[in-house]
């Protein structure tokens, strides 16, 4: 049974709500995607695109082919940050069938947009960092990134080895993971809402179209071992761009990882605080770190409105950091990539000796 928030008044949710309506009510903006966010998705997916087909039908050189993949794996994950983010979240339009297109590129990128709603849509970003619910933070018996879970000793060294398993996040989530959640219907213990036939369809029809265009298609035009060299190195440097952004956002020093008291199993902050705890900001004022992980790096934002285009979150951490200031509520952030990755090794050195 998913834990509880406890209900005060006045609430800090409200309060951030209502300023922030506020902003775009002054500025006559709409919350949802805009221009912006259009032109870069375009941008992005037309640049995943191209790699794709000069790799498959041109087949480059080696010394050309192999800096490719790794730039298409980039491209998947900006797809995936800029595009089916928002989409899945409702937030790239205001149309639903263009937020579901946009989500929907999950599917040829190999995961479930179905699943990615259950797990990531609903139970990441309404319990954050909550062992046992937050799937997130859950990496079994190899990782240990809070004081909740079993430590071994090989969690000495986890701050070393976490690289190669980040590496194959993107390979075991397409080809493991994915499937070990359709057969069981459960994101870790929590059970999925029952699947309709037509989501069923998405999930099969989505797999095919992921087989056939990573495997089916570059090994009959390049070659088996050609095809499978490129493959793992798309999906290792996805891996990567993957897992680093969203472990700089939750798992690092100064992070929280609440649990519902047992009698009421109920957390211990109203939502928002929860989220302002349990969340980490980094880069925020590089315009490049924020075009690329389509705003995630303002992942504070992100949680207290996930409904909110990206393109918005500048300017809403204005509003959010001056009402945590005004009520001496802490706010986590790091100024740049390199310290938040600091961060997070920290972290993890702290949970393997813990």
């Known amino acids: 049974m998913t834990p509880k928030f406890p209900v005060t008044t006045p609430s800090l949710h409200s309060a951030l709500k209502t300023s922030v309506a506020q902003y775009f009510d002054q500025g006559e903006l709409k919350s949802r995607g805009n221009g912006q966010l259009y032109a870069k998705a375009i941008i992005i997916l037309t640049g995943m695109i191209a790699l794709y087909v000069h790799l498959i039908f041109f087949t480059p050189a080696w010394y050309f082919a192999l800096p490719e993949c790794v730039f298409l794996g980039l491209f998947i994950t900006a797809t995936g940050f800029n595009v089916m983010h928002d989409g899945s979240h409702g937030s790239f339009s205001t149309r639903t069938w263009i937020n579901t297109l946009a989500g929907a590129t999950l599917e040829c990128l190999g995961g479930s947009a179905y699943i990615w709603k259950v797990k990531h849509c609903i139970l990441h970003h309404t319990f954050t960092n909550v062992e046992g619910v ?20 090989m969690h000495r060294f986890q701050h070393l080895y976490c690289w190669f398993l980040y590496m194959m ?56 071992a050609h095809a499978l060299i490129g493959l793992a190195i798309t999906m290792a440097t996805a891996g990567i761009a993957l897992t680093i952004v969203f472990q700089l956002a939750h798992t690092v020093e100064h992070t929280d990882f609440p649990l519902p008291d047992t009698d009421q199993n109920q957390l211990p902050d109203e939502f928002a605080i929860h989220q302002i705890a349990t969340t980490a900001n980094f880069a925020t004022q590089s315009r490049i770190v924020t075009w690329l992980v389509g705003g995630l790096n303002f992942q504070i934002e992100h949680h207290l409105f996930p409904k909110v285009a990206h393109v918005h979150y500048p300017e809403i951490s204005r509003i959010v950091r001056r009402i945590c200031q005004e009520r001496n509520i802490p706010y986590v952030e790091h100024t740049t990539v390199r310290k938040a990755v600091g961060a997070h090794l920290r972290h993890l050195q702290t949970m393997g000796r813990a």
């Open 134 to 153: 937050d799937d997130d933070i859950n990496i079994g018996y190899l990782m240990r990134v809070n004081a909740h879970q079993r430590k071994l000793k």
């Open 169 to 224: 996040v993107y390979f075991v989530w397409v080809f493991q993971v994915d499937y070990q959640r359709y057969f069981t219907g459960r994101v870790g213990p929590v059970p999925m809402p029952r699947m309709s036939p037509v989501e069923h369809l998405k999930f099969w029809t989505g797999k095919l179209v992921n087989a056939t265009l990573f495997l089916v298609l570059p090994i009959s035009r390049i070659g088996a």
